[in-house]
């Protein structure tokens, strides 16, 4: 494996970059869920949430360029099964 940075960025597609930063902003949106929901700070908590939402737009980026792309494809949900969701869970 190269140890140059620079020759590990030409192994590897904008694709796979663009996948692995997306994995990278899901895992760090969870983390600073998890840290948010556990501050007893009240300062603490809202400066987790406001970097929760950076790392939301961050990921809500990527995965638009990825779509944009072609590389990440999302089925239609089909109607029916959405109206039973929202029926199954907030009794509408």
């Not at 969870?30 to 840290?35: D, P």
């Not at 700070?41 to 400066?47: A, G, H, I, V």
């Amino acid at each position: 494996m190269p140890t140059n940075p620079s020759k590990c960025a030409e192994l590897m597609t904008e694709k796979e970059i663009l996948q692995d930063c997306l994995s990278s902003q899901k895992h760090a949106a969870a983390t600073f869920n998890t840290f948010a929901g556990e501050c007893v700070n009240e300062q603490l908590r809202t400066t987790m949430l406001n970097i929760l939402d950076e790392e939301h737009k961050m990921q809500a980026d990527i995965f638009t360029a990825m779509q944009s792309n072609g590389w990440y494809q999302v089925e239609q949900a089909d109607q029916q099964k959405v109206k039973q969701a929202k029926q199954k869970f907030c009794g509408c």
